[in-house]
């Protein structure tokens, strides 16, 4: 079945600095979502990308999705502390498929 | 936030007890989904349901049963409760749109001692 590989599993930063978390489906995928997750919260869904290339932008968060639809990443620029979170990649496989395939996620600590 | 609540909320219970938690939506959407949530091990999804009484296995389902006999609720039973299930159980709901976009409630945090 379809699995979702995200990379690295921690990332530790200083304030003000990047932070990139990439993923990768094993299988092409119809779309990729991304899920932000704060410390004791609950996952909470930021974007969904379905094009192929396509690349959006919420603020200093830019989300890409790859030509072949089987990777994607989020850059953040500037990181901040309000940063601080694990984020989740999701799969979907097909638009028929029930579910998503979530990525184990990214869990990124800044420090100011 | 979409109108999900899940409980309890929190709950310690011992080895071998059953254990129900539920998930309640004021959403109207078809898809209901448990995961459990553990250090490592990211989302991973037990059971879903696609429907009133249609439900089906997610990748960790031994251990656990669901229901659900009415759109806005969906039951998930831990038949005999054993301290590998210990986790925290999230709720989600998507809507019916192609894009299976999930919104999640706020968890229930299980302990089996």
């Known amino acids: 079945g379809q699995q979702v590989m995200q990379i690295p599993q921690y990332q530790h930063v200083q304030e003000g600095e990047d932070f990139t978390t990439y993923c990768n489906s094993s299988?092409?995928?119809?779309?990729i979502q991304w899920y932000k997750q704060r410390p004791g919260g609950h996952p909470v869904f930021l974007i969904q990308?379905?094009?192929?290339?396509e690349v959006k932008k919420q603020k200093r968060l830019t989300f890409q999705f790859g030509e072949a639809k089987k990777n994607s990443s989020l850059h953040i620029t500037a990181t901040q502390t309000t940063d601080v979170g694990t984020y989740f990649c999701?799969?979907?496989?097909?638009?028929?498929?029930?579910?998503?395939?979530f990525g184990k996620g990214t869990s990124l600590l800044v420090t100011p | 936030d979409a109108g999900i609540t899940q409980s309890p909320r929190h709950k310690v219970t011992e080895t071998g007890t059953p254990v129900t938690l539920r998930c309640h939506q004021t959403?109207?959407?078809?898809?209901m989904y448990w995961y459990r949530q553990d250090p490592g091990h990211g989302l991973r999804l037990i059971h879903y349901?696609?429907?009133?009484?249609?439900?089906d296995k997610g990748e960790v389902s031994d251990g656990y049963s669901v229901s659900r006999s009415k759109t806005e609720d969906f039951l998930l039973t831990l038949e005999s409760a054993t301290s590998s299930q210990t986790s925290v159980y999230f709720c989600?709901?998507?809507?019916?749109?192609?894009?299976?976009?999930?919104?999640f409630g706020p968890g229930t945090r299980l302990l089996v001692l």
């Open positions: 989600a709901i998507s809507p019916w749109t192609e894009n299976r976009t999930q919104y």
């Open positions: 299988t092409t995928l119809s779309n």
């Open positions: 990308l379905v094009k192929s290339g």
């Open positions: 999701a799969g979907q496989e097909s638009n028929s498929g029930y579910a998503l395939n």
């Open positions: 959403e109207n959407h078809r898809y």
């Open positions: 349901s696609y429907g009133v009484k249609d439900t």
